[in-house]
């Protein structure tokens, strides 16, 4: 399976990836490489991570990163992962 990265994940991932960098510059580098690191494992094993808590649906899984949770989907159809949504897990309380 390809990973998709959608343009709305991007923009939400680099947003936090500057606002972290703007203190500490290392810790940035390495939440980043943590986050591609842990994305690139999805295609072994998509449906290790739990149900998306945001959507009622099998195939959409919820992959938690430091406390941040990234949202995809698992595309049979077009065989591939779909990583579209980016959050901190506080912002839902």
């Not at 994305?39 to 449906?47: A, K």
Request: charged content about 30%; some cysteine.
């Amino acid at each position: 399976m390809r990973i998709k990265i959608t343009k709305s994940f991007s923009k939400r991932f680099n947003k936090q990836i500057d606002y972290i960098a703007f203190d500490k510059p290392q810790a940035a580098r390495i939440f980043k490489n943590r986050v591609i690191d842990a994305i690139r494992e999805i295609p072994s094993m998509p449906y290790k991570h739990r149900q998306s808590i945001f959507f009622n649906q099998i195939d959409v899984r919820d992959l938690i990163v430091q406390g941040y949770i990234i949202v995809y989907h698992i595309n049979k159809e077009e065989n591939c992962i779909e990583v579209f949504g980016f959050s901190k897990w506080e912002e839902q309380i």
